[in-house]
């Protein structure tokens, strides 16, 4: 079984930065994409960025320039870097992992962290 940790939310004035982390924790599994998703108070769950296993990345134009998302393959973590963050950056923050896991079963699925709230606001 492997499950995903968040950390790094908060509450930050607009201009400021936060750091997101995420955590894939569990046995005998091999990650792939990785990717960050968010979702503001009455709207649909929207793609942040996404970085491939060999280090590619893609990001939304809300946040091309501003947004960098990286990996840590021999730790298992990902993370986003987040800087000169508006109100409209305000949600809650989701890690997405595609992991490769073998034990009992081999399988290949989209495994999601719980989430961790930004709030970005004076």
């Known amino acids: 079984q492997v499950q995903l940790v968040e950390s790094g939310g908060g509450l930050v004035q607009p201009g400021g930065s936060l750091r997101l982390s995420c955590a894939a924790s569990?046995?005998?599994?091999?990650?792939?994409?990785m990717a960050w998703y968010r979702q503001a108070p009455g709207k649909e769950r929207e793609l942040v960025a996404t970085?491939?296993?060999?280090?590619?990345?893609n990001y939304a134009d809300p946040v091309k320039g501003r947004f960098t998302i990286s990996r840590d393959n021999a730790m298992n973590t990902l993370a986003l870097q987040m800087n000169s963050l508006k109100p409209e950056d305000t949600a809650v923050y989701y890690c997405?992992?595609?992991?490769?896991?073998?034990?009992?079963?081999?399988?290949?699925?989209?495994?999601w962290g719980k989430g961790t709230l930004v709030t970005v606001s004076s």
């Open positions: 569990g046995s005998s599994f091999r990650i792939n994409a």
């Open positions: 997405k992992m595609n992991i490769f896991a073998w034990g009992s079963s081999v399988l290949t699925m989209d495994y």
């Open positions: 970085i491939t296993s060999a280090g590619s990345t």
